[in-house]
């Protein structure tokens, strides 16, 4: 086998592999975009409806009104926290993105050096090294 013929196989097999990845990480991004979005959605816990329009509902808002007014702080603190999260989440998830596109493109190129080097190398074999007869 020559070393061109095997280089075509490495690269093959390195596309391969690299679409494999790719299939796995593109079928798990619509899960991960819907959970971002409900991750974002869920961030802010002050503005949860607390009860309904029933009359047990309207008997119990007083109450309601004094545990948000006390929670007040708390909430707050635990909106701007999942907002802050939420958004971590969303920059860790475009970072991942970037590192397999990146990794996709380094893998390409070790195995087109890989080709070079191979080619050469067999260029290299059929020559006497300098100062040696053949």
């Given at each position: 086998?020559?070393?061109?013929?095997?280089?075509?196989?490495?690269?093959?097999?390195?596309?391969?592999?690299?679409?494999?990845?790719?299939?796995?990480?593109?079928?798990?991004?619509?899960?991960?975009?819907?959970?971002?979005?409900?991750?974002?959605?869920?961030?802010?816990?002050?503005?949860?409806?607390?009860?309904?329009?029933s009359?047990?509902?309207?008997?119990?808002?007083?109450?309601?009104r004094?545990?948000?007014?006390?929670?007040?702080?708390?909430?707050?603190?635990q909106?701007?926290?999942?907002?802050?999260?939420?958004?971590?989440?969303?920059?860790?998830?475009?970072?991942?993105d970037?590192?397999?596109?990146?990794?996709?493109?380094?893998?390409?190129?070790?195995?087109?050096?890989?080709?070079?080097?191979?080619?050469?190398?067999?260029?290299?074999?059929?020559?006497?090294?300098?100062?040696?007869?053949?």
């Amino acid at each position: 086998m020559s070393a061109e013929a095997d280089a075509r196989g490495v690269m093959r097999a390195l596309r391969e592999r690299i679409a494999e990845r790719r299939a796995r990480v593109l079928g798990t991004a619509a899960a991960d975009e819907c959970a971002l979005d409900r991750l974002a959605a869920s961030a802010d816990v002050w503005n949860v409806p607390l009860g309904g329009a029933s009359v047990p509902g309207r008997a119990l808002s007083p109450l309601r009104r004094a545990l948000r007014r006390l929670l007040a702080p708390i909430l707050g603190r635990q909106a701007a926290y999942n907002e802050a999260n939420a958004a971590v989440v969303a920059d860790l998830v475009r970072a991942v993105d970037v590192l397999a596109d990146q990794q996709a493109r380094t893998l390409d190129a070790v195995a087109a050096l890989r080709a070079d080097v191979d080619a050469l190398a067999g260029e290299g074999r059929g020559r006497a090294a300098p100062g040696r007869p053949r």
